[in-house]
């Protein structure tokens, strides 16, 4: 899956039509056609519209990690009080490390 992938399947979800995305976004359908297609890159200001509107991460929307819910995420990072003393890259790499151990237990069931 892609970032592309990711935008259409979660629209769908949602029930929105294009049109009504492209919309909230300030963007014509046809732009909003190409994004889902692939044949037009995603800003980074649509990028974090497209986060809003779907209660979703960045790095969830671009396929970086599979933790939907903004406040799984958030929960995760923060089990411990010694992450208060992790600087922004030591939180994302604990973020990908439990991503990394989440996919593990999937593979065994």
Do not use: W
Request: charged residues 35%.
């Amino acid at each position: 899956m892609n970032v592309n992938d990711r935008i259409k399947m979660l629209r769908e979800e949602l029930g929105i039509e294009q049109k009504a995305l492209a919309k909230k976004l300030g963007i014509s359908t046809s732009v909003m056609n190409r994004i889902e297609l692939g044949t037009r890159p995603i800003r980074d200001e649509e990028l974090s519209k497209l986060a809003d509107i779907f209660s979703v991460s960045v790095d969830y929307l671009l396929c970086r990690t599979n933790i939907r819910d903004l406040q799984e995420n958030t929960l995760a990072a923060h089990m411990d009080d010694r992450t208060k003393e992790l600087s922004e890259d030591g939180l994302k790499q604990l973020d990908n490390f439990i991503d990394f151990l989440i996919a593990q237990e999937k593979r065994k069931r």
